[in-house]
């Protein structure tokens, strides 16, 4: 599938808002046979989205970002992520195909075996690393930062971390609209709620208006990773209202849209200590994973996994079919 669904849906958005295909899709789904009590579990498998670079979500925002990037004449991305980031690794290998550079504001997160090898993967990646170190530093490196990579009298393309602008969040309602494909096929039952994991927002926010337009009742579930950022149903919403209002500027005939209606339930029960940090229930979620063949993230996924097996034992949302977006997106060096 070349066109995304986005385009095929809204035909207008095709000269308004440019697309480059970097993965496969759809991404495979399939029923978590012997989890749960109601066999009502299921996995769509985001970690295999992406052409040979950093896999995962990450890869879905940047269809949408790199075109956006090339459109405003930009040939260069700043970013900020922890020092362990995919968000930052994905952007540096993916935007170098398309002669964009890329810079990284880094923030400190707890190191362990995986960050230290990321940290590696980031250095030769071609990206140049700032190691801001906390979030007060950052800010208030911004416009240095800013200037530091400017080129040619252009400012660089600023991108949150994650890359959850409301371009970004682009990639999440496409991944809405695939999952309403699969329901149509008959790959998968209509979901009664979707579960992500949520580091900047982006993935779920663009999963809450996806699947509005795509018509699904389907609610979804944010298990928040990430104490850094302000992650609430206001900000998620509020990004669903900007990308929203994004595609309407650009010529989108999306009728009536209520988002507020929308099923969004998030919780904060699985982060931990913080950001970066390994949780018992996340370690233990691991364990079950690699027995299903899911490998998991301590940071992101493992905790979004201990999330879906919990709500599935105490039914803490309604009856009917469970999906998690399995979102890591490792790849062999």
Known sequence: MNQPLLHHKFPELVSRLPYVRLGTAPTPVRRLDGLGSRNRLWLKDESVFGDGGWGGNKVRKLEWILPDVLARKSR????????????????????????????????DQPVD???????????????????????????????????????????????????????????????????????????????????????????????????????????????????????????????????????????????????????LTVTREYLGPGYGYATAEGRAAQRVGLEHGIPLDPVYTAKAFAGLLEIDAKTLVDDGPIVMLDTFGPRPD
């Open 76 to 107: 260069r991305i700043i970013t900020v992520g922890g020092l362990g980031t995919n968000w930052g690794l994905a952007t540096a290998l993916y935007a170098k195909r398309f002669g964009i550079g890329t810079a990284l504001a880094l923030i």
């Open 113 to 263: 075996d995986h960050v230290r090898a990321q940290l590696e993967r980031l250095r030769r990646s071609g990206a140049t690393l700032h190691l801001t170190r906390n979030k007060a530093r950052t800010v208030a490196c911004a416009p240095w930062l800013m200037l530091r990579h400017t080129r040619g009298g252009r400012l660089p393309y600023y991108l949150p971390p994650g890359g959850s602008s409301p371009v970004g969040a682009l990639g999440y309602v496409e991944a809405g609209l695939e999952i309403a494909a699969q329901v149509e096929a008959g790959d998968i039952p209509e979901p009664a709620h979707v579960v992500a994991a949520v580091g900047s927002g982006g993935t779920a926010a663009g999963l809450l208006l996806g699947l509005r337009l795509a018509g699904l009742r389907t609610g979804v579930v944010a298990v928040v990773v990430n104490d850094t950022l302000p992650l609430g149903p206001r900000e998620i919403r509020d990004l669903a209202g900007r990308t929203e209002t994004l595609l309407r500027r650009r010529g989108a005939k999306l009728g009536d849209i209520d988002l507020t209606s929308g099923k």
